[in-house]
């Protein structure tokens, strides 16, 4: 941990500029496109680097894919959406939270993910990559969801915040928290098929029901309960905002929360 923890602190920092510079107005948006990249790219370098070793399964590790999947797709949807980048006061310190805690416990990486007697490596690495990216949506979806849901209020009761005047309106962030909700249901979906050809490789069966694979199924019922219900029943604003926010606990908890378990209480 010793000989590490400058690059743990170094891709927790990159995440900072990011997350500051939307609270000065003057900000230019080349300025704000250039912090982003940097957010981006310094866990996805310090990621590619542990990761050159082999997948690591721990908390921390896990943490910090979560992490640089988060932003790189944060980026992505900011070239798309010309108001997404007013995102970053809310995910930006989300992010380097998660960062900080994953170098708090980056002393037990974990055990490298053995590719022998497993399923085959090419399904395996799809399994994780949908995984991953799964996660990565539907992190930068919760963050559009809150910022609708914050700006609903302060708009009811008529009190803006500093915070709410510097996130997007409503249906910007509606727009884009609905999107990658229909993207994150899709990747989810190959995921959880993905899964059950990995468990069939390894143990036999199409579906082990573990706690991982209940989590997942409840949160593509959840998501897709509230894709159907936006679509034909015009559910929005704080409701929709909040069944997003269990889909990503659910989420959450099948895929780092597991390894917290696992990892750090056991």
């Known amino acids: 941990m010793v000989n590490t923890l400058g690059f743990h602190l170094a891709a927790v920092l990159s995440l900072l500029?990011?997350?500051f510079l939307p609270l000065w107005r003057a900000a230019r948006p080349a300025w704000q496109a250039a912090v982003t990249v940097l957010a981006a790219m310094g866990p996805t370098f310090w990621v590619t680097w542990q990761l050159s070793a082999g997948w690591h399964?721990?908390?921390?590790?896990t943490l910090w894919v979560?992490?640089?999947?988060?932003?790189l797709l944060f980026f992505m949807?900011?070239?798309v959406n010309r108001y997404a980048w007013r995102l970053a006061p809310l995910i930006m310190p989300y992010l380097a939270i998660l960062g900080v805690l994953a170098t708090i416990y980056a002393a037990d990486p974990g055990p490298v993910l053995p590719?022998?007697?497993r399923a085959p490596p090419l399904w395996l690495v799809f399994h994780i990559l949908v995984s991953v990216v799964t996660y990565g949506?539907?992190?930068?979806?919760?963050?559009?969801?809150l910022a609708a849901f914050l700006q609903e209020r302060a708009l009811k009761r008529k009190?803006?915040?500093?915070?709410?005047?510097?996130?997007?309106?409503?249906?910007?962030?509606?727009?884009?928290?609905?999107?990658?909700?229909?993207?994150?249901?899709?990747?989810?979906g190959l995921g959880l098929i993905s899964g059950m050809a990995v468990s069939y490789f390894t143990a036999g069966t199409v579906l082990v029901l573990d706690h991982k694979?209940?989590?997942?199924?409840?949160?593509?019922a959840v998501i897709g309960g509230l894709l159907a219900a936006h679509r034909w029943a015009g559910v929005r604003g704080r409701v929709a905002a909040r069944y997003l926010l269990l889909a990503y606990l659910l989420l959450t908890l099948a895929f780092p929360g597991i390894k917290f378990i696992s990892a750090v209480v056991a």
Do not use: I, K, N, Q
């Open 17 to 19: 500029p990011a997350a």
């Open 57 to 61: 399964t721990g908390f921390s590790a």
């Open 66 to 71: 979560a992490v640089a999947t988060s932003a």
């Open 77 to 79: 949807v900011t070239m």
């Open 115 to 117: 590719m022998e007697g």
């Open 137 to 145: 949506l539907l992190t930068v979806s919760a963050v559009a969801a």
């Open 159 to 188: 009190r803006p915040t500093r915070l709410t005047r510097l996130l997007p309106p409503v249906a910007d962030s509606e727009r884009v928290s609905v999107g990658l909700l229909a993207v994150s249901e899709a990747v989810l």
């Open 213 to 220: 694979t209940l989590l997942s199924f409840l949160a593509f």
